[in-house]
Each structure stands twice: as C-alpha cells, then as structure tokens.
C-alpha cells in the first residue's frame, strides 16, 4: 500500500511559477508509475501529467504542454510537478496518485492523495 501526501500548492498569479511535490510512504514507491490530476470546482478530475517508474517516460495533457514538468526522485520517494507560466484556468485541487503503470485515466490509480489547492489570479 501506499500512501500519498501533497505540498506546495498556493496563491500565485499569472504567469507565476509553482513546484508540488508528492511524498510517499511505503518501501513500494519505486514499483508504481504516478500521475497528477486536477479538479476544478463543479468539473470532473482531469489528468495533468504522468511519469513511468523509472522516470525516462513522461506524457502530459495537451493543456500543460511545454509549461509543466513531471519529475520524481525515487530516493527521496517524492514525484515533482514543476508548473511555470501559470494561467488562471489552472486554478484547481491538484492530486497526485500511484497506478501500476503510466496512464491517463483516473480509473487506472490505485492511491490518490488528498489534493493541494493551486490558486492563479489574473
């Protein structure tokens, strides 16, 4: 089993940058693919970006293309989600989750976190 703990979400505005991080407990992190998703208020939770577990594969929505990077530390048993030029429509709940392997659908995650908030003002 494995459990998830987000950080770093907060108040930024547009254009502004944000690093979520991702810690995980357990001896077992090195065997899941993790993703990150995003809901916002009234919206269904979408995917945002995914990496493999070894971490030489990386797929993101087209949304986040070319302004957010996933990345993980399997030491530190801790997956990244660097986010730079922040827009408004980002603003979310973003959850991190752990899936046996790299996948977009919410249905293929075994472990979800409890969200951090991303705010961006305009």
């Known amino acids: 089993q494995v459990q998830l703990v987000e950080s770093g979400g907060g108040l930024v505005q547009a254009g502004g940058s944000l690093r979520l991080s991702c810690a995980a407990s357990g001896r077992t992190f090195g065997l899941y693919a993790l993703g990150w998703f995003r809901q916002a208020p009234g919206k269904e939770r979408d995917f945002v970006a995914a990496?493999?577990?070894?971490?030489?594969?990386?797929i993101y929505a087209d949304s986040v293309k070319g302004r957010f990077t996933i990345s993980r530390d399997n030491a530190k048993n801790t997956v990244y989600l660097q986010m730079n030029n922040l827009k408004p429509e980002d603003t979310a709940v973003y959850y991190c989750?752990?899936?046996?392997?790299?996948?977009?659908?919410?249905?293929?995650?075994?472990?979800w976190g409890q969200g951090t908030q991303v705010t961006v003002s305009s």
């Open positions: 990496i493999n577990r070894s971490g030489s594969t990386t």
């Open positions: 989750a752990a899936s046996r392997g790299v996948a977009k659908f919410t249905s293929a995650y075994d472990y």
